[in-house]
């Protein structure tokens, strides 16, 4: 069962979700991506094998590395789903497949649900929490490329 929230909310937290693939995307621009998050924003990739990072300086060493190694990512989100709602704080997920291609020429396909927990922050919003779960096994190649971040 979904959560109900105002479609206005509904729309900026989808936003917020694409803009941070947007973020991933546009490789290098860890300025933009950390500007979705708050300070003490906590990301969760553990269930895919990646780090859990704690506030913008292990989220910034976690996309600098990330960036360093990659050449091309792609991101396609869908299936927006509001997860928890009380007016200054929700939750959304979504499914995503994202693609990337290594320096090295290695590449990679995942295929996972992002989940954001936001906080209402000067009108708009900003994640807080960023979990992400594989809804199909990962590939070998996520641990090649990235599995010593």
Known sequence: MTVQMPLEDRIALQDLMTAYCYAVD??????????????????????????????HGDIRAFFEGVFADMTHHA??????????????????????????RARDGNEV?????????????DGGWKANRYSM????????????IHGNR
């Open 26 to 55: 546009d490789i290098g621009n860890v300025e933009g991506l950390l500007a979705l998050f708050t300070e003490d924003a906590v990301l969760d990739f553990r269930k895919i094998g990646l780090p859990l990072m704690n506030g």
């Open 75 to 100: 991101h396609y989100i869908t299936n927006f789903r509001p997860e928890a709602y009380d007016g200054d704080s929700a939750a959304m997920s979504a499914y995503v497949i994202g693609m990337g």
């Open 109 to 121: 396909t995942v295929q996972v649900q992002y989940r954001f927990d936001a906080i209402r922050v």
């Open 133 to 144: 779960f594989a809804m199909m096994p990962e590939p070998d190649s996520l641990a090649e």
